[in-house]
C-alpha cells in the first residue's frame, strides 16, 4: 500500500515537472559505468564527456549555445537502454551514440520514427552505411565489415598479397555485435582462397577453455577476434597460456584497449588490434583538456582514463558530433538546431586534415566525408601493436583501405532486404 | 476502518465460493479496473506507459505463468526466459510467415507453441522433483537459447542473429512496431493481462488448481486419492508455459521489438522472474504482481527519483539502487518469508478486526 502512495507521489512529480525550452543543445549521454562491460563503458563515456565539457569550457558551447549533458546508465543492457530512450526522446535529444549494438537494433526503427539521428561509430548495423535506407543512422568514419576487410588487407600485406590456402580463426563475441563480420569475412575467404573457422564465446565469456582447444586443434595461422568487455582479455590470456604467436592474433578495434591487455602482462606483448583513430596522449587537445577539464576539476569519472584507447575514442565520437553540430548550425544559419537540422549536418559533414590540425588531433583520423548515399565515411583503419614493456600502444600501419566495392555490395544487399521487410522507400531526406 | 463486515453474510454456495468473497475488495477490483482502462491511459505519458507499464504488465504475465508451476504445483523451474524466448521466436515466425494472421492471434498460438516446448521439457518432472527438476530445466535454459543463436531458420538467416518485430496492426491500429502509439501498445498488454489474470484465477481455483496444491502439498498422498500425476504435472507446464510464451511474445513483439536470445532471454530473466515470484508470494495471484511491481518498477522509480529529482549521478545511482533493491529483498523475505502477497494477507486480517482484535 505504502508502495503504491510512493508511486503515486512520484508520478505526480515528474508529471508536472514538463521539459524546459532553453538555449542549449541537448547531448544525451546512454552510458554503462556498471555491468559486465563497464570497463569498456567507463573510458568511453569519459572521452565523451570530456570533450563536450572542454567545448564549453574553452568555447563557450557550439556557435554560442552551451551543450547540456544528461546521462542515463544502460548498463549494456537493451531494456535500459530502451528506457533511458524513453525518458529522453522528448527532450530534444541532437544525437544518441549508445555504444551497444544491441540497444542500436532497439532504437534504428524507433529513432526513425521519431526523427532522431543516430550515430553509431564503428559499431552497430554496418548496413546503416546505406543512407538513403537508413536515413537517421550513421556509422562513420568504419564499420565491422571495414575492419574485417581491412584486418585481411593487412594480412595480405604480411604474406606477399596471398593468403591461399591459410587458415583463420574468427573468434566472436555470439551477439549481434560479433556476428556482424561473418558475411564479409565469408565472402572474403571465397575471393582470397583462405578458409574461415567460426568458433562463438557465449556472452560474457569468462570462459573459454574449449574455444582454445578447439584453436588448439584446428592450429589456424590466424585468430580474428570480435569481443569486448571480459572476453578480450581472458581471450589473450589464454592465447598467452598455449603461446599462440601474439602478432599472428588480431583483435577487432573493441578488443584493443588497455584494460584487455594490462591483465595479461608480458603474455601480451605484440598482440594486434585494429583502430581507427589515433592513440595516445600525444595529440594538442589533450593540453587543452588538461588545463580546461582536468584542472578544473571537471574530469568525467575518477579522470584515470585520459589517453587510453577507448577514452580516444569516446572523445572522437565527441568530436564528430561537435563537428556534426558546427555544420548543422552553418546550414541551417541559427544555432539553436533541430534534430533535423543536426541530421543534415552529419550528413553534410566532411572532416579534413586541415580541420583536425585546427581542432589539435592532427593525423587523429582518416578525412573522411559523408553524404546522403554514404552515411559510412571512409572506412580506413590502422594496426596497433601492444608493448608490454612501456606499456603502450604503437602504431604500426599507416591507413589502411577497406574493400568498398565489396562491403557496398552487401551492405547494399542487406539494405535492400531491411527496405522491403519493413516497407521503406529508399531515398534522400 | 476500510473493511465494514458488518451485513457481508454468504447466502449461496456461489457467493461463498467467489473470487473476492469482501465486498470491500469487490470494489476495489472494480476501481483498479475502471482506472486502468479508462483513466491511466487518459493521464499517462508515453514515458511512464512504455518503459514502466508496460514491462510491468508483461512481467506480470510472466510470474503468473511461473507462480502457477512454483507456487501452485511445486515444480521448480530455472527455464523461464527461454520459454519466453520461445514464445518470442514463435511470434517472429508466425508473423514473419503468415502476415496476414491478426497480431492477437499470432500471441496467442506462440503461447501455443511455448506449451508444447514446456510439455516437452516438463517431462523429467515426471521422475525428478525439488533441486533436481532446476536442474533439468536449466538445460531447456541453456539448450533453447543455443538453438536460437546457432540455427539460421529461427531467425530468418539475417546476418546478426537478431529477429526484429516487423509492423503489425489490427482493426486499422498499429500495435507492433516503431509507430505504434503507447495507448494501443498499453491496451495490447492490459488486455492480455487482465484476461490472463483471469484464467489463471479461474484455473487455480477449478479442479485443475486443485490437483496442482495436492500435487505440491503431497505427491503420493495425491495419487492415492486419485489425482493422476502424469497429467497434473504436465498440465501445469503447458499452462504455465502458455502464460511465460505470452510474456516473451509481447516483451518482444510489443515492448523491445527487436531481440536477440543471448541477450534478452539469458539465465539471469529466468531469475529476476523466480524472485518476482519468491518475493510477491508463491502460490499467490496478487504476489505475482507485487512481485513484478518491486522488480521491475521501483528500480526505474528509484532511478526517477534519485537521477532526474535529486540530479545523483546515474552510475551512483545504478549502484545505489542495486543496494537497496537487494537490502529491501532481505527485510521482505525477514519480515515475511512468504512473499508480499503474505504481507498483505495479514495487513488485511488486522484492517478487518480493527478496531476490536479480540
Not at chain 1, 95 to 118: E, H
Not at chain 1, 346 to 359: A, C, D, F, G, W
Not at chain 2, 174 to 200: D, Q
Amino acid at each position: 500500500m505504502k508502495m503504491t502512495t510512493f508511486a503515486a507521489l512520484l508520478a505526480a512529480t515528474t508529471g508536472l515537472a514538463a521539459p524546459a525550452v532553453a538555449q542549449d543543445l541537448h547531448f544525451p549521454m546512454l552510458n554503462y559505468r556498471t555491468g559486465p562491460f563497464a570497463p569498456g563503458g567507463i573510458p568511453f563515456a569519459d572521452g565523451y564527456q570530456d570533450y563536450l565539457t572542454l567545448i564549453n569550457e574553452r568555447d563557450g558551447g557550439i556557435g554560442g549555445l552551451p551543450i547540456r549533458m544528461s546521462e542515463c546508465e544502460t548498463a549494456y543492457n537493451t531494456e535500459r537502454g530502451v528506457e533511458c530512450y524513453e525518458s529522453i526522446r522528448g527532450d530534444n535529444p541532437l544525437i544518441l551514440q549508445p555504444l551497444s549494438t544491441g540497444i542500436t537494433y532497439q532504437l534504428i526503427p524507433r529513432v526513425t520514427a521519431d526523427g532522431v539521428p543516430l550515430h553509431t561509430m564503428g559499431y552497430g548495423r554496418t548496413s546503416a552505411m546505406e543512407g538513403e535506407t537508413f536515413p537517421w543512422v550513421f556509422n562513420y568514419p568504419a564499420n565491422y565489415w571495414d575492419g574485417a576487410s581491412v584486418a585481411i588487407n593487412y594480412l595480405l600485406s604480411q604474406n606477399g598479397d596471398s593468403l591461399d590456402g591459410k587458415k583463420i580463426v574468427l573468434l566472436y563475441h555470439n551477439s549481434a555485435y560479433g556476428r556482424e563480420p561473418i558475411p564479409t569475412l565469408e565472402s572474403l575467404a571465397a575471393s582470397n582462397g583462405f578458409e574461415l573457422v567460426l568458433i562463438p564465446v557465449d556472452s560474457p565469456g569468462q570462459e573459454q577453455s574449449s574455444q582454445w582447444l578447439q584453436i588448439r586443434r584446428e592450429r589456424p595461422d590466424y585468430v580474428i577476434m570480435w569481443g569486448w568487455g571480459v572476453m578480450n582479455a581472458v581471450a589473450i590470456q589464454e592465447a598467452a597460456n598455449i603461446r599462440f604467436p601474439m602478432d599472428h592474433f588480431i583483435g577487432i578495434w573493441w578488443s584493443g584497449s588497455e584494460n584487455d591487455v594490462v591483465p595479461v602482462g608480458a603474455g601480451a606483448d605484440g598482440y594486434t588490434a585494429l583502430t581507427f583513430h589515433g592513440v595516445g596522449r600525444d595529440y594538442p587537445v589533450y593540453d587543452d583538456i588538461q588545463t580546461y577539464v582536468v584542472d578544473r576539476g571537471m574530469a568525467a569519472g575518477n579522470g584515470d582514463q585520459i589517453g587510453s584507447a577507448v577514452y580516444s575514442r569516446g572523445l572522437y565520437a565527441a568530436m564528430l558530433a561537435v563537428e556534426a553540430a558546427r555544420t548543422a548550425q552553418e546550414l541551417a544559419g541559427h544555432a539553436q538546431i533541430t534534430a533535423a537540422e543536426m541530421r543534415n549536418g552529419m550528413e553534410h559533414l566532411s572532416i579534413t586534415e586541415e580541420r583536425l590540425t585546427e581542432l589539435g588531433l592532427p593525423n587523429f583520423s582518416a578525412p573522411f566525408d559523408v553524404n546522403c548515399q554514404n552515411h559510412g565515411g571512409g572506412g580506413a583503419a590502422m594496426m596497433q601493436q601492444w608493448d608490454a614493456d612501456t606499456q603502450t600502444w604503437s602504431l604500426i600501419t599507416d591507413w589502411i583501405q577497406s574493400d568498398r566495392t565489396l562491403i557496398g555490395e552487401l551492405a547494399t544487399a542487406d539494405a535492400a532486404a531491411y527496405a522491403t521487410e519493413n516497407n521503406i522507400t529508399p531515398g534522400c531526406l | 476502518m476500510l473493511y465494514r463486515e458488518a451485513g457481508d453474510f454468504k447466502t449461496s454456495y456461489a457467493s461463498d465460493n467467489q473470487t473476492f468473497p469482501i465486498r470491500f475488495d469487490r470494489y476495489a477490483y472494480w476501481v483498479v479496473m475502471a482506472v486502468a482502462f479508462l483513466v491511466l491511459p487518459m493521464v499517462m505519458n508515453d514515458y511512464w506507459a512504455n518503459s514502466i507499464v508496460v514491462p510491468f504488465m508483461i512481467y506480470v504475465i510472466a510470474a503468473l505463468g511461473l507462480n502457477i508451476l512454483i507456487g501452485y504445483t511445486g515444480l521448480l523451474s530455472l527455464g523461464t526466459a527461454a520459454f519466453m524466448a520461445v514464445g518470442a521466436y514463435a511470434t517472429f515466425k508466425l508473423t514473419t510467415a503468415f502476415p496476414a494472421m491478426p497480431i492477437y492471434l499470432v500471441f496467442l498460438l506462440s503461447g501455443l507453441v511455448t506449451s508444447a516446448v514446456g510439455v516437452l521439457f516438463g517431462l523429467p518432472s515426471l521422475k525428478i522433483k525439488g533441486f533436481y527438476l532446476a536442474v533439468a530445466t536449466l538445460a531447456a535454459q541453456f539448450f533453447l537459447i543455443w538453438l536460437f543463436t546457432r540455427y539460421g531458420w529461427f531467425f530468418n538467416y539475417s546476418s546478426t542473429g537478431q529477429i526484429s518485430m516487423p509492423e503489425r496492426s489490427m482493426f486499422g491500429v498499429t500495435i507492433t512496431g516503431a509507430t505504434a502509439s503507447s495507448t494501443a501498445v498499453y491496451f495490447t498488454c492490459l488486455i492480455f493481462t487482465v484476461a490472463m489474470a483471469w484464467l489463471a484465477r479461474n484455473l487455480t481455483r477449478g479442479q485443475m488448481g486443485r490437483t496442482w496444491m495436492a500435487i505440491r502439498d503431497m505427491d503420493i498422498a495425491a495419487e492415492i486419492i486419485g489425482v493422476n500425476p502424469l497429467i497434473a504435472k504436465l498440465s501445469s507446464f503447458a499452462v504455465s508455459s502458455f502464460f511465460v510464451g505470452v510474456a516473451g511474445a509481447l516483451m518482444f513483439g510489443v515492448y523491445l521489438g527487436a531481440v536477440e536470445a543471448g541477450e534478452a532471454f539469458g539465465i539471469n530473466k529466468s531469475f529476476l522472474v523466480l524472485f518476482m515470484v519468491i518475493i510477491g508470494g508463491l502460490g499467490s495471484i496478487l504476489g505475482s504482481f507485487l512481485g513484478a511491481a518491486f522488480l521491475v518498477v521501483l528500480p526505474v522509480l528509484l532511478k526517477i527519483l534519485l537521477v532526474d529529482n535529486l540530479g545523483w549521478p546515474a552510475d551512483l545511482a545504478r549502484h545505489l539502487e542495486i543496494m537497496i533493491i537487494g537490502a529491501l529483498i532481505i527485510v521482505v523475505l525477514i519480515a515475511e518469508p512468504h512473499g508480499m502477497a503474505a504481507l498483505w494477507r495479514t495487513v488485511k486480517e488486522k484492517l478487518r478486526l480493527w478496531p476490536f482484535p479480540h
